[in-house]
Structure formats: C-alpha cells, structure tokens
C-alpha cells in the first residue's frame, strides 16, 4: 500500500513538473513582457551574418554584442573600451588609453594586443571597406603597452574619431574567433565586449540575445532580448496583439514594421506606449545620373521629378505627421548642413515646363512624354519590407503621371535593393542618408563609393569638382574652409537633383507600457537596450 501511494505521489510530481515547463516555454515564447526580463522585438529581416567586419548582418543587433572604443553621443564625441585619447599637433596620431576592466564575452582579455589584431583585420580586407574614408587613411597600427593603442594616419582626417565610433566596421571580436587570423573569410564565434552576447539564433526564425552579466559598465536589467523574424505589416500587428512580440522599432533600412494606424490602434489598448526620437535622417529618391540610356540620367527630368512631390501630404497623409517635409538632402541641425539652397516645392506647371524645354513633348492622346521616340518611363525601386515606401511609391507614381511620367513601381529585398546602387542597375530607388552620428560626412563619402552612391554622383557635369571638394574637405584643418567645402558640395548635389528629398525620419519605438529607460542613440541603426528596466 505504501509503494502504491509512493508511486502515485511521484507521477503527480512529475506532471505538476511537466506542467509548470510547459507554461514557462509558453511565457517564454508569448509573455515576455510580463516576466518583465525579455523584450520580443519583430524583425522583417534574419540578423544574418553577425561578422562586424563585414555587412550583411543586423546593425541593431551588431549593437548590442560589439562596441568601439569611442561614442558618438549628442554632446559630442566620448569614452567607451577607451577611457581617453590623445591626438597630436600634426593631426595625424591618435594614442588611445584602454579600459583595464573588459573581457570579450568568451573571457578573453580587451587589450591593445585585441585592438590592434581587430584593426588590421579590417584593414586586410581594405576593398570592403573603401565607402569609408579612415580605411585609405590608416598607415600603422601598434601597440606601446597593454592598455596603450596608437593609430598612424597618413594625412589629418577630421572624421577619424567620427567613423571609429560606427557600429562597424571598427568594433572589436575576440580574436580567438578570427579564422587563420582574419575576420574576412567569416569568424568561428561573436563573443563582443558589449552588453549582450549572442546566445542561440535559427535562422530566418529567430535570434536570442542573452544579458553580458560581467559587462564592464554593468549587467543589464533586461536578462534577454529575442529578434523575431516576421513580416512587416498585419502578421506583426497581430504578433503584437497576442504578445508574441512586445516591441518594435524602426529598422536599419529605416522602415517601420506597422503603420501609424496600427501603431494608434495599439497605443488605444493601453498596453503599448510610442516614443519617438528626434529627427535622425532624410528618407529619399536617389537618381542614377550615369546611366545614360534612362531619362533619370537627364538633370531636368530629375528635377522635374522633385517639383511633382507633394512632400506635405506624404508628411500628413502617409506618416501622420510623424514625419516631416524634407525639402534638402539634410535637415539645418546636421553640422555644416546649414546652407542657403534653391528652393523647389511642389509644382506641377514648373515639371511641366522644366520637360517640355528638356524636349520631352506629350503627344495630344498620349499620357506619356516622348523625346525622339523614346517615353518618359523609369523603374522605382522600393523596399518590399516597407510599410510605408510602397504607399510614397503608388502616391508619386501617380502624381508624375499627371506630368507625363510614367513609372514602373519594382518591390525588392533590401539587400538587392542595395546591390542595384553599387551596380548602377537602376533608374531610381528609395533610400535615406546615414543619420545624425555619421553626417555629413558618411553620406557625402560615399558619393564616390561604387558600393554606394558613385553611380548616382558619377554622370553629373561637376563630377570631377565634386570628388576634389570631398577629398578636400575630410582632411583640412581650416574649419572656415571646411564649411566652404561642404556648402559647395552641397549646392552641387542640389542643383543636379540627384538625391531628391521625402521626409525627415525618426527612430519609432512601439514598446510595453511599463518599460522605462527607453532612450535613443545619435544613430537611427541601434538602441541602448542596456539602459532600458521594467517597472
């Protein structure tokens, strides 16, 4: 009797223990916010690779497993895994002071030794690495002692500190995860020194990312974030509905997962609070002025194409307000972008007349112009992740077909998106500049990067001055030239239109009501997650 009442007891036990494992593999999965220890953030896309000397992977997530040894903050340039720096008279040595109390995530020592095999790692793989500037510009790399790390440039380069600070390439991996002693052919781990570490990921399913609690600036509050992949639109609307996300934020292509209606019908519920921040970027058309054979090639279509945005009504009608009117490639706060420009609002008579000088004719019965028998046609490309760009996309189209335009609307992955703009395979396509920490300098650098904007800049009639000022300007130390030398450049590309302005966007957070410590970085790619804690 008492073996039988033994046994009895130990199945009850057992399936109160399968019990309980069950309901926490579904808080796990669906209640993350209510645990009050993981945030479930949707994501359109897999984190991908997560090499930080190479591309293709997460910049959010990038962010959160490696740092660099300086910040790029709203009051300027500060310490990270280097607690100060010295700079000499000559701009050209940069002797930075390491932080003595860091450990990668596989408890391998962040010394100089690490910075300066991490360093060379990106420079080996220099053509990479050619849209940003300090990589032509790196002459040695040496380490004077453990905690002493010295970086020989071959000329002044004012944006040094600036493109260190970037998410990549110039973060830090352990270097027992390099492959025969270089990132370039892929890594064997991702162990960062930053506040979390990659902890399991499926890909095109999902990626956990687990709490550094030896972090050097202190383990975070939140013990685990999880990037699930779902599509942008109703699927994570209704993911966040039934709590198997609970957070969301505008993404590393600058797309938001849901729209503003479905952002309100949230913020009704009252579990979900908005934040967003300040103005980060400029969302645009970009024109390839080199391809000769399509009229984006012309400046006077392209401009044409300016005056038929009706900017206002996308800011209202599309964004809710939520984004303004941009009417230049940068908004006045970024630094050197405050200069005096030609103005083009919305216009439909001046497009008009701006084709017909150009020889564009539209034929009594035709709906689209001509010009030696070839129609005023051109392909746009946009973000097929996007809840937004196709909604501007069908808008624009529309509103150009009352001039004579005809276009094509092509929905693509962002990453093929990305590789028409370095093969030039493209009439126009959507994209935006950099963002706050990284311009003017970032975008206007990569004007002349084949692997980015060289085929937009390349066919304009000032090329060659254009590409001569930005030499120029990333490496005087005269700072009233270096404003000349910007708003020169800046006129330029203005008066070509080949980077035709949309919306000044933000960073939009859709997160539980009660997590606090929600804040923003100067970069629209990545989130203090570290700093967030739930009530």
Known sequence: MTRKIVVLLSAFIVSIVLLAGCSGGNAAKTGAADSGKELVYATAKDINDMNPHLYPGSLPAQGMVYESLVENTEDGIKPLLAESWDVSEDGKVYTFHLRKDVKFHDG????????????????????KHSWIKLSTKIVSASVLDEHTFELVLSEPYYPALLELSMTRPYVFISPKDFVNGETKDGVSGHNGTGPYKLSEHKTD???TFEANENYWGGAPKVNKITAKVLPAGETTFLALQKGEVNFIFTDDRGSDSIDVDAMNQLMDSGDFQLVRSKAMNTKMIVANSSKSDSPAHET?????????????????????????AANTLFSSNVNYANVELKKRGFDLDTAKQLLEKAGWMLEKGSEVRTKDGKPLAMKLYYDVSSSSQKTEAEFIQNTLKKVGVQLELIGEESSSIANRRATGDYDLLFNQTWGLAYDPQSTISAFTSESAYYHTTSGISKADE????????????????????????????HDEAVFIPLTNGSVTIVAPTGLQGISFKQTQFELPFEQMYFE
Request: charged share 30%.
């Open 300 to 324: 006077a279509v392209r401009e044409a194409i300016w005056y038929s945005i009706d900017r206002e009504t996308i800011s209202k009608q599309i964004f809710s307000g939520t984004e303004t």
């Open 466 to 493: 254009l590409y001569k000022n930005i030499d120029e300007v990333m490496v005087t130390m005269d700072e009233e030239k270096r404003k000349s030398l910007y708003a020169d450049i800046l006129t330029i590309v």
């Open 205 to 207: 399913q999902y990626a």
């Open 108 to 127: 391998e020592p962040f010394n100089a030794d690490a910075v300066k095999q991490n360093i060379e790692a990106v420079q080996s793989n220099a053509s």
